[in-house]
């Protein structure tokens, strides 16, 4: 069975970068699509970005608009999501994702595995 553990989150002015890691434990997951998903309060559940299994290919929802990078380390069982220019809108609950397939979605229904979340407050 899988834990994926997040870190990095914090308090940030806008503007700011945080650099959120989310690290598998109990078995690799070098061969899974990883995704970021994000909630705010009184909001639904709302994805982030993605990447393939091998790095090759990202993806990222229209409001990212260039400020985050998804990135993978296969050898240290570890995803990445480098975040700039961050705005007070997105303060929310981030958690990492690990896909049923190599590829990734954008829909939470395609992962099977979820990390318990990190805090990510930006304050204007």
């Known amino acids: 069975q899988v834990q994926l553990v997040e870190s990095g989150g914090g308090l940030v002015q806008a503007g700011g970068s945080l650099r959120l890691s989310c690290t598998a434990f109990?078995?690799?997951?070098?061969?899974?699509?990883m995704g970021w998903f994000r909630q705010a309060p009184g909001k639904e559940r709302e994805w982030v970005s993605t990447?393939?299994?091998?790095?090759?290919?990202?993806y990222y929802a229209d409001f990212v608009n260039g400020r985050f990078t998804i990135s993978r380390d296969n050898a240290k069982n570890t995803v990445y999501l480098q975040m700039n220019s961050l705005r007070p809108e997105d303060t929310a609950v981030y958690y990492c994702?690990?896909?049923?397939?190599?590829?990734?979605?954008?829909?939470?229904?395609?992962?099977?595995?979820w990390g318990q979340g990190t805090q990510v407050t930006v304050s204007s």
């Open positions: 109990g078995r690799t997951i070098s061969t899974n699509g």
């Open positions: 994702a690990g896909d049923k397939g190599p590829n990734g979605s954008t829909w939470h229904g395609d992962y099977d595995v």
């Open positions: 990447i393939e299994w091998n790095g090759r290919h990202q």
